[in-house]
């Protein structure tokens, strides 16, 4: 049996009002990788911020072992130095510096006189990517013209070349692209030969049972249960320990009747700015039907974002096409159109294009719709209507806030979510398009949503749900398009539509367009 | 009158928007001081420099200073608009030399002030705004760019319409606006029509938040109250006891009222927060960015540009070197009254704080005879020291 590296006892965090972390216990052996699960708020990332040394010894109780010792780093340098690296969801690289400069950030080669030995730099990192077998990009290669899995290799690389025998993975593959995701579980696999001890942070079941080792699950900052060993346990009961109850009905999905034509899609092009000449969504045509949700798939850059938000009016420049509405071709030259005509879009992004972190729940829900709870002309705020208003969306989305001037900046995130959702509900919208909905947040929240749907569609708003999780994508929707490189490559009926099948059109292995 | 600007904004039932809320059990004084910090540098300063002078805390010198202060003061109410969408004019101070300049050229023409001073705020504050507004919304160009070039064009052409020479005003009229005073007892009346709309607000606020839920919260109360007894008592004395109220401090009172009254209770004001809190999210959100970004441009522009005929007309002439620097010290305030440089957060009532501060600052120091070498030092370190207490305050 492989050596106990890492050994959590006891840890105990607390902020103002909030015990962040309650008596976590687990311990991670060499050569292995221990899944870490729990939902947004379970205290994975607070955790992790006490092993890294961010949170110092003594604003947390409890000890922390590596190999056996005692360790109470004082700042983020000695975690470091324990041999500990944390790769976080948000890399931290110099966009405008080589791969080699970023892995021996502050760590240069240097002659006597101060100056950077580059021939050593790149050839040590050329070392290191050789270690990990990659052979893709090279050190003298920009960060910012690699992809993201590749800017995530770099994160290895660096955290290799500190000679890191704990590797902490923050959610890493939640913006990789399939075949970056298989490139990143190479590289685990030959990790653990080389006998790293890796934490995996992840919400992605699938995942999980192809690489993990072991498991261990936190939910309110406590750990549930034992560590457990992938083979003697299943995916449910993980979701059972996350969750801390039974999800009955993961897909409530209602069946209703396909209404008429409501929102049609014309030859719509977007065009790419940074490389003229080339097209982000090229020449997309279909309709969306009232009574169904329409779902949109296919591979993380293939175009999904660029065809919701060209339809919403957000690049007015580079998009081409008609846009019809119960057959009255709309004029959306910006999103402010779009609204006005009766479309909504929940982004992608809900903190870089969806919240006002720094303002109010009341704030963020009525920004998008202020005539609603304003005089027409002076534009002078009712307070108390728009209380109500507000107060009402709150009670029927269930978002968990003591007051509805609480910033929404301090909710978790699938109360967030809900926010933004009470936001778009208040524009009445007739057409309702949202772009990953359920991304990053907690199991309970994402059934809340789909029942949200459900409710929609049934007061005849048109639905369309991008996602990139196949099972809420078969689970929910009535009818799949799936997008390849900005083309429309196929369009399923929900019956027909499998796994497998949608995979192959996403990935461009399956030409042309099913009926 | 300046002060009752300041403490009615303090009760205004927006000034949670941008203010740093009560942190509840922790040690009450200190977070008042937090919470208070301006308002309470500001007292300090006027009870010591009370102290070290007899002829500051008078009548007539503090009637004074509030007249210098509207100047200053009603260019930053648009500073803080403009810094609320994190954007930033450099041009007003020459926007104030050169509607100087154009409105006395106009006077001397032969036009009749009710003529001349609408056409100068439409020419020179219409005219400069839209076009700062058009570069910065239309093209993304930095405002402080734009508007740094703005800062010299104006200039140029204050000094090209007057030939580099001060121009005199005959008209009898036109020195009003910005040195006559509303006689005393008028004063008297209109401060008292104001104590009773302020006892009202706060008594329907305080009635309001019942109605809704929210908790009152105590010591906020009683400090707005106090800050308003305060600042009336000192209004009723000094107007009262010297000439009236005078015309340019009317006139801000009012122009701070409806800035604190737009930011805190219109669409135009929550888009303000918005865009400046996240501008893509405000697109998305189908918040006009175009037009309200040329709006606050626009409001600024003509903002300063009254402020320039103001100092006109209480100069009785104009000359092309008025307001160089100006937009510093309106910068100054805005930053001084606790809104963010980043966007996003801040309020009109700290800007009137802020431009009070340094106007007491001013006015303190001329009067001790402090050189005005040293004052620019003195000036250049408070505000440096503002701006760390709000960033150390915000860390926490």
């Known amino acids: 049996m492989s050596e106990v590296v890492l050994k959590m006892h006891n840890i105990i965090k607390d ?99 101060g100056k950077i030995d580059w021939q050593r730099t790149y050839s040590e990192a050329q070392k290191l990517l050789d270690d990990l077998g990659i052979t893709d990009f090279k050190p003298t290669d920009m960060v910012q013209n690699i992809t993201v899995g590749k800017q995530q290799m770099v994160e290895i690389a660096k ?36 006998n790293v001890c890796m934490c995996y942070i992840s919400h992605k079941m699938e995942e999980i049972e192809q690489i993990a080792d072991r498991v261990v699950v936190l939910r309110d900052g406590q750990t549930i249960g034992d560590v457990t060993p992938i083979g003697d346990i299943t995916l449910d009961q993980i979701i059972v320990r996350m969750v801390g109850r039974d999800i009955k009905d993961m897909f409530p999905k209602k069946q209703m009747e396909r209404g008429a034509a409501s929102l049609e899609v014309k030859n719509l092009s977007v065009s790419n700015p940074d490389v003229p000449g080339t097209y982000k969504v090229k020449n997309a045509s279909f309709t969306a039907y009232k009574g169904e949700i329409l779902g949109i798939s296919g591979l993380m850059g293939a175009g999904r974002t660029e065809l919701v938000e060209g339809i919403f009016g957000a690049y007015p420049q580079q998009s081409t096409g008609e846009v019809l509405l119960n057959g009255v071709k709309l004029d959306i030259k910006s999103p402010k159109d779009a609204i006005d005509s009766g479309i909504a879009l929940l982004t992608e992004d809900r903190k870089a294009l969806g919240l006002f972190l720094n303002e109010s729940i009341s704030f963020n829900t009525t920004i998008s719709s ?46 967030q979510q809900k926010v933004v959702l009470g936001k778009w509900l208040n524009s009445k919208p007739e057409v309702f398009i949202l772009d990953e909905p359920t991304r990053g947040i907690d199991i309970g929240a ?33 009818r799949i398009l799936v997008l390849c490189d900005g083309v429309i490559v196929s369009d399923f009926e929900r019956n027909k539509a499998k796994k497998e099948t949608i995979m192959a059109y996403a990935t461009g292995s399956a030409k042309g367009r099913a009926k | 009158m300046t ?61 004074n200073l509030s007249r210098q202060v509207t ?98 005003v005959t008209d009898s009229v036109f020195p009003i606006f910005g040195g006559a005073y509303i006689p005393p007892m008028a004063s008297g009346v209109v401060l008292g029509v104001f104590v009773i709309l302020s006892v009202f607000s706060v008594f329907r606020q305080v009635q309001q938040n019942r109605q809704y839920g929210i908790a009152v919260n105590k010591r ?74 040329m709006t606050v441009y626009t409001t600024i522009s003509v903002l300063a540009a009254l402020s320039g005929i103001l100092l006109a007309s209480r100069l009785n002439g104009a000359s092309p070197n008025l307001g160089i620097m100006f937009e510093l010290d309106a910068i100054a305030a805005v930053v001084i009254g606790g809104t963010s440089l980043a966007g996003g957060s801040g309020r009109v009532g700290g800007t009137v704080i802020g431009a009070l501060l340094i106007g007491v600052l001013n006015n303190g120091m001329s009067l001790l005879g402090v050189v005005t070498f040293y004052q620019l030092i003195i000036k250049g370190l408070i505000i440096i020291l503002a701006v760390w207490f709000d960033v150390i305050q915000k860390r926490k």
């Open chain 1, 370 to 415: 202020l005539e609603t709870v304003s005089s027409k002309i002076l534009g002078i705020i009712n307070e108390s209507k728009e209380r109500q208003i507000v107060g009402e969306y709150v009670r029927q989305l269930g978002v968990k806030t003591p007051s509805i001037d609480t910033l929404i900046g301090t909710l978790s995130g699938g109360n």
């Open chain 1, 159 to 194: 955290a290799l070349s500190i000679n890191a025998e704990i590797l902490v993975l923050d959610e890493p593959t939640s913006a990789l692209t399939d075949k970056e995701v298989k490139d990143l579980f190479r590289i685990i696999r030959k990790l653990k030969n080389d």
């Open chain 2, 71 to 168: 100047i200053i003061g009603i260019i930053a109410v648009g500073m803080t608009m403009v810094i609320l969408i994190a954007g930033i004019d450099l041009s007003v101070g020459s926007v104030v030399g050169l509607s100087a300049v154009v409105c006395t050229l106009l006077l001397q023409a032969g036009l009749s002030v009710w003529v001349a001073i609408p056409l100068t705020l439409l020419i020179v504050g219409g005219g400069i705004g839209l076009w700062n507004g058009y570069w910065v919304a239309k093209f993304n160009i930095p405002p402080f760019i734009i508007t740094l070039g703005m800062l010299t064009i104006a200039r140029g052409l204050a000094l090209t319409l007057s030939g580099g020479s001060a121009i005199p």
């Open chain 1, 446 to 478: 994402k059934v809340e949503i789909y029942k949200l749907l459900n409710y929609l569609v049934d007061q005849g708003v048109t639905v369309i749900m991008i996602s990139s999780e196949l099972p809420e994508i078969l689970g929910m929707c009535d």
């Open chain 2, 3 to 63: 002060d009752e600007s300041n403490s009615a904004s303090l009760t205004q039932p927006g000034a949670s928007l941008g203010g740093g809320g009560s942190t509840g059990k922790e040690n009450h004084i200190l977070s008042f001081i937090k919470d208070n910090a301006t308002l309470i540098a500001l007292f300090a300063l006027v009870i010591a420099f009370s102290f070290a002078d007899d002829a500051f805390f008078t009548a007539r010198n503090l009637s």
């Open chain 1, 15 to 113: 902020f103002p009002g909030v015990r962040a972390l309650n008596n976590v216990n687990f311990e991670a052996r060499s050569g292995e990788l221990l899944a870490l699960m729990g939902e947004n708020g379970a205290g994975k990332s607070t955790l992790m911020k006490v092993l890294s040394g961010v949170w110092p010894y003594p604003t947390y109780e409890g000890d922390i072992y590596i190999k056996g010792d005692r360790k109470r780093f004082a700042n983020t340098k000695e975690a470091e130095d324990a041999g500990i690296a944390i790769i976080y969801q948000e890399l931290n690289l110099i966009p405008g510096l080589t791969v080699a400069e970023n892995i021996f950030l502050d760590r240069q080669f240097v002659d006597r006189f």
């Open chain 2, 220 to 293: 906020e109360l009683i400090t707005n109250a106090l800050v308003l007894i305060g600042g009336f008592a000192l209004a009723f004395y000094v107007f009262t006891g010297y000439r009236g109220i005078p015309m340019p401090v009317a006139i801000f009172a009012f122009i701070a009222f409806a800035g604190v009254y737009i930011l805190n209770n219109t669409r135009f004001g929550r888009r303000l927060y918005a865009l400046g809190g996240n501008e893509d999210a405000a697109r998305l959100s189908g918040i006009n960015v175009f037009k309200t970004k």
